[in-house]
């Protein structure tokens, strides 16, 4: 099953670390066959959110909601289970100073 892990930090947390790179954890998991995608994202302030009202397309500069943690990057994994899933994420060097949600993603066979 692939599991998203969505890596989380405050804004201060993510300037620190902004450039810190994963520690070797992206190349192990490579080695390991988990990796099916991923990637550091700019920051907040750099989005532009989109609605659709009536008909009509909204554009707003910057992310959707104020939030104290801001997403700055993301991994698909391939794991066997949430355990493995969350032992993986566990050993994510961002998890030592932000979090890391993971949640399970849907497959094609949860639309048929």
């Known amino acids: 099953m692939q599991y998203l892990l969505m890596i989380c930090g405050d804004e201060a947390t993510a300037e620190e670390h902004g450039t810190d790179g994963c520690g070797g954890w992206s190349e192990d998991m ?9 990637g550091g994202l700019r920051p907040p302030s750099e989005a532009t959110t989109v609605r659709v ?3 009509e397309v909204l554009l707003t500069d ?3 909601t104020e939030a104290k ?3 700055g990057g993301f991994v698909v994994l391939d794991c066997e289970d949430l355990d493995e899933a969350l032992e993986l994420a566990a050993r994510h060097p961002a998890a030592g100073y932000g979090s890391i949600e993971v949640r399970p993603m849907l497959g094609p066979e949860d639309f048929a």
């Open 69 to 71: 943690e801001q997403i």
């Open 62 to 64: 910057g992310p959707f």
């Open 53 to 55: 009202r009536d008909g």
């Open 30 to 38: 490579a080695r390991a066959g988990k990796v099916r995608g991923g």
